[in-house]
């Protein structure tokens, strides 16, 4: 009895019988229940600890303890005091050889913090899904208000290349419409939600030039640099290849980043990119 009053929930011994008259219980029913343990044991009991069972869990909980002699279940009873609160119950049915009648050994224990912690954790899982369900749909939506616009520049940008132009003017052209390209694809991964969720994001293998791709770059942020009075210079080793196998659009965002934010954080001097 002593080591039974120190569990953290209660004890008990129940005769195999309906509603499972109580033996013994512990006095730590009482914390559980609101109801002295006296009302509950045998030979005169007040009640049946069956008569606590929320209505939607009875039926449920007598058909969990009579179809095996061992179980493990968790339902709601009712307080003295009206409060409905969650319990884990594990049960063994014992026979001996004296004794006829078989009975049960039980412990149960108050889990309604749990349960409280767990449906708190499912409202906000159905809310984050909600949360990125509306992004989906955002997203999309969004998609056919960047992509009309971005297409219109690539379109007149390649028909304007196919015109009479000047060196510089063409140079200009090129790098608009491949940098517009190149917000197009970005935008196309943007707009893959399913594969930024599982954090997969595929590289392409295909043929570029390298040097094409720097001079891109430098081509569109030499005017952020000039704009500061800073000097932006490129050295391209000789042994660069004429082409190479890989995702031109990544190795321009990057080179994009790395060379923005040393125009950004460089005050006087030069900006130099080094290619070898």
Known sequence: ???ISNMPGMAY???LEKDWPMVFISEAVENITGYNASEFTLPNPKRSFADLYHPDDRERIYAEVAEQSSFALEYRIIRKDGQIRWLFEHGNMVQVE????PWLDGFIMDITDRKTM???????????????AARAAFLANMSHEIRTPMNAIIGFSDILMDARLTTEQYKHLTTINRSAKSLLHLLNDILDSAKLDKGKLELEQRPFCLTDEIDAVVSTLWLQADAKGLK????????????YLGSP?????VLTNLVGNAIKFADTGEVKISVT
């Open 1 to 3: 009895r002593p080591l």
């Open 13 to 15: 011994r129940c005769l």
């Open 98 to 101: 004296d004794r006829e009648e």
């Open 118 to 132: 767990e449906q708190d954790m499912l409202l906000a899982k159905e809310k984050a899904e909600q949360a990125a």
């Open 232 to 243: 932006l210079h490129v050295s391209v080793d000789e042994n660069i290849a004429t082409g």
């Open 249 to 253: 659009e990544r190795i321009r965002q």
